[in-house]
């Protein structure tokens, strides 16, 4: 059952994804314009508080309690946590570590995730200034549509 609710599931992100696709423009979404001017704006109000304040230096993004959980961190961490939760890679952290030194594959565990999030940030980022959102919502779509036909064909295990 649980194998033909993942097809389900594949089958309707893709139609999802597709349907979005040719709804979008070919240029940049609206809500990654609003989050551009937004963040444009921010920068010109600290800017602006840190002249009228007299101290003449910018103060650090990240300085205070406020700036650290900010918003974004938040939802990069729940979205992180949330999709690594109890998938087969951390099961294999956790073997890994009753096994062998704990210190260490925290340490490894830690910085091998950082270094594919820090790929796929970049990457992602590279991608946007290059890639229309029209042309990867179809293409997800698409992927996604694949993924459900073979994963029918496969049958379940």
Do not use: N
């Amino acid at each position: 059952m649980t194998h033909y609710a993942g097809v389900a599931l594949f089958a309707y992100f893709g139609q999802q994804l597709i349907r979005d696709g040719l709804k979008a423009g070919h240029g940049v979404s609206e809500e990654l314009e609003e989050t551009e001017d937004e963040l444009s704006k921010r920068d010109e109000d600290l800017d602006s508080a840190d002249v009228e304040e007299g101290g003449g230096e910018a103060k650090p993004q990240g300085a205070g309690g406020a700036s650290f959980l900010s918003p974004v961190l938040m939802k990069t961490f729940s979205l992180t946590f949330f999709a690594e939760w109890g998938d087969r890679s951390q099961i294999a952290t956790i073997a890994l570590a009753a096994s062998k030194d704990p210190f260490g594959v925290t340490l490894g565990g830690i910085l091998g995730h950082s270094l594919c999030t820090g790929i796929a940030v970049i990457g992602g980022r590279m991608l946007a200034a290059r890639i229309s959102e029209k042309t990867m919502l179809l293409l997800g779509g698409v992927v996604f549509l694949v993924f459900a036909v073979l994963d029918l064909i496969k049958g379940p295990d």
